[in-house]
C-alpha cells in the first residue's frame, strides 16, 4: 500500500479508557463539556481580537492563531477520543489512524514555532521598543505565521513518508485514545531505528531550537524589566508577557513529560493521564490565562459585553 512494502494492517482498535460504563459515561460527559468550553473559549479570543481595534497588534495576532491551532488540536483529538470512550474502544482505518498522527504533529509543530515567534515579539517589544513597529509589521507577522504552518507541515510529511514505508504487521491494538508516536511504532514488524533518528533529528528544528530560541528571549526579558528603575514600570513590562510564558512553561512542560524524559516504567494510566492533560486539557487552559491576566483582553470583552447589552435593549 505504500511504497513498496505491503501493509498488513487495514484497522487499528483503540481501547481508550478501559474503565467500568459507568465510570466512562462520566468521563465523557466532562471531557465533553471541556471539549465545548475549549472551543468557545478559543473562538472568543479570535473574535475579540477580531472585533476590537485595542488588540489589532502583532501579539494579538499571533495570540488569535494559537487560538485556531488550540481549537485544531483538540477537534483531532476530542470527537473521536469520546466516540472510543463512550463505546469502550473502536476501530479506525490505518490510513484515519496516520491522517489523525499527522495533523495531530503538524499542529504540534506549528504551535511550537507560533510560541516561539510570540517571544521573540515580545523580546523585540521590551528589548528593542524604538525598532518594534518596523520590525513587527503586518505583513511580516502573516508571513512568519505562513511560514510557520509550511514548514509544520513540510518537516512532518517527511516523517510520515518514512512511517508509512515500514511493515505493520500488529497487533493491530493501540491502548490509547489517539494515533501517537510510540503506540503506531509498536505496530511495526521491522526494524524502527531509522524512524526513531529520523524523528529525533527532525525534533532539532522543530522543538529544540525553538525550545532555546525561547529561553534566550525570555533571560534577555528578565534582563531588560530588571534595569527599569521603578517598579510600576517592572510591573507593566512584566505584564505583557506573564500570560504568554505561563502558556509556553505549560506547552512545553507537557511535551517534555511525553517525549523527552524516559518513558521506562511510567504506567499506561498515567501516560495516557498526560497525553489527556496535552491534548485536551492545555487548550483549555490558554484562553483562560490571557483573559485572566491580560487587561486588554478584559477590556475588550467588557466593551463586547456591553453592546450586547445596549443591543438587546
Request: hydrophobic share 45%; net charge positive.
Amino acid at each position: 500500500m505504500y511504497g513498496s512494502n505491503i501493509t498488513m494492517i487495514t484497522q487499528i482498535l483503540l481501547l481508550g479508557f478501559q474503565n467500568q460504563h459507568s465510570v466512562n459515561v462520566l468521563i465523557f460527559f466532562i471531557l465533553l463539556a471541556v471539549y465545548c468550553l475549549t472551543v468557545c473559549g478559543n473562538f472568543l479570543i479570535i473574535t475579540l481580537v477580531s472585533l476590537s481595534k485595542n488588540l489589532h497588534s502583532p501579539m494579538y495576532l499571533f495570540l488569535s492563531q494559537l487560538s485556531v491551532t488550540d481549537i485544531m488540536l483538540t477537534t483531532n483529538i476530542s470527537p473521536n477520543m469520546l466516540y472510543i470512550i463512550i463505546n469502550g474502544g473502536a476501530a479506525m482505518s490505518f490510513e484515519g489512524c496516520i491522517t489523525q498522527f499527522y495533523f495531530f504533529s503538524v499542529i504540534d509543530c506549528s504551535e511550537c514555532l507560533l510560541l516561539t515567534i510570540m517571544s521573540y515579539d515580545r523580546y523585540l517589544a521590551i528589548c528593542s521598543p524604538l525598532k518594534y513597529s518596523s520590525i513587527m509589521n503586518y505583513m511580516r507577522c502573516l508571513k512568519l505565521i505562513v511560514m510557520s504552518w509550511l514548514a509544520s507541515f513540510s518537516v512532518i510529511l517527511i516523517h510520515i513518508i518514512t512511517i508509512c514505508k515500514m511493515e505493520f504487521c500488529g497487533p493491530n491494538v493501540i491502548d490509547h485514545f489517539f494515533c501517537d508516536f510510540t503506540p503506531l511504532l509498536d505496530l511495526i514488524c521491522s526494524d524502527t531505528s531509522l524512524v526513531r533518528t529520523e524523528g529525533t533529528l527532525l525534533g532539532i528544528p522543530i522543538l529544540i531550537i525553538p525550545f532555546i530560541i525561547v529561553i534566550v528571549s525570555y533571560v534577555c526579558i528578565v534582563h531588560a524589566i530588571l534595569k527599569i528603575q521603578s517598579n510600576t514600570g517592572r510591573q507593566k513590562a512584566f505584564s505583557t508577557c506573564s500570560s504568554h510564558l505561563c502558556v509556553v512553561s505549560i506547552f512545553y512542560g507537557t511535551l517534555f513529560c511525553m517525549y523527552v524524559l524516559p518513558n521506562e516504567g511510567q504506567s499506561l494510566t498515567a501516560s495516557k493521564i498526560l497525553s489527556l492533560l496535552y491534548t485536551v486539557v492545555t487548550p483549555l487552559l490558554n484562553p483562560i490565562i490571557y483573559s485572566l491576566r491580560n487587561n486588554d483582553i478584559k477590556k475588550a470583552m467588557g466593551k463586547l459585553l456591553d453592546i450586547r447589552k445596549v443591543t438587546y435593549k
